[in-house]
């Protein structure tokens, strides 16, 4: 993947961006200054993700983008540093509208499994309207090297707040967990996510029928993994399966150590 260029100065009429989110986000300022510039982001983004849908992400430039859009391949440039980081922002609208969309049912239920299941099919609702899109990317955020990986540090902002969901998922049901279990259960549970969401790229079945059967089903083991995860005898074996996966998945974990190696 080409290095992302460097963004040029903003424009005269842009306020200035911050760069600190793993999107490219343009820092919100008060007054009609800011509320311009999120249109002008927000165009930019909705047009990349028509044009990566209808001729594929490989052969969609950032010049492409722009010149659809209606604004100059710097201003671009000055709100996404480069392709990836419009696929992080994709990334990031669908966390937000998933944030969003659990909140009737984390409201209501504090049955486990009913939060569970409930979280997995509003993901899937949202997500749906992006299959076709997410079929023709998905070779290269399976490339564990590639920014778009939802394991790569370009995705933490998104992944975490992805993770978050499945902290609050635990922590409002009835259902008790280990104190020992609590860190540990949320990122398990995201990885199961991530599993359900690699069967729904490659789901040719009608409006996705088979992942919503799937994430049904996963919430019920999930939900009986975490009941047996109470005894102790237990809880070694989920602590071993969260190091495997620390240990082994780029992005899991922050420390060095820990990383493959070769």
């Known amino acids: 993947m080409p290095a992302a260029k460097q963004s040029p100065a903003p424009p005269a009429d842009e306020p200035p961006a911050d760069s600190g989110s793993g999107s490219g986000a343009v820092k919100k300022e008060p007054g009609a200054g800011a509320a311009k510039s999120e249109q002008t982001r927000t165009l930019i983004l909705e047009t990349a993700m028509r044009l990566f849908q209808e001729r594929g992400y490989d052969k969609t430039t950032m010049r492409v983008i722009a010149k659809e859009a209606g604004v100059s ?20 609208r669908i966390a937000r509208e998933h944030q969003e969309a ?10 486990l499994e009913a939060r569970l299941a409930g979280v997995l099919r509003a993901w899937l609702d949202i997500a749906q309207p992006y299959h076709e899109f997410a079929a023709q990317f998905f070779k290269n955020a399976a490339d564990p090297d590639s920014p778009l990986s939802p394991f790569s540090p370009e995705s933490e902002h998104a992944r975490e707040a992805a993770i978050d969901v499945h902290r609050e998922v635990l922590a409002g049901a009835k259902a008790k967990v280990p104190d020992e279990l609590k860190d540990i259960l949320p990122e398990l549970m995201w990885l199961s996510q991530m599993g359900l969401v690699l069967y729904w790229v490659f789901d ?18 999930t939900t009986r993994g975490v009941a047996l995860a109470r005894f102790r005898v237990l809880r070694p074996l989920v602590r071993e399966v969260h190091e495997l996966f620390t240990d082994f998945l780029p992005g899991m974990t922050n420390d060095p150590a820990r990383q493959p190696k070769g």
Do not use: C, M, W
Not at 73 to 92: S, T
Not at 206 to 220: I, Q, T, V
């Open 102 to 111: 659990v909140r009737p049912v984390l409201d209501r239920e504090t049955d």
């Open 73 to 92: 391949v710097g201003n671009a440039y000055y709100y996404f540093a480069g392709k990836e980081h419009l696929i992080q922002g994709f990334y990031d």
């Open 204 to 221: 040719r079945s009608p409006d996705r029928e088979r992942s919503y059967r799937l994430s049904e089903r996963g919430a019920k083991l």
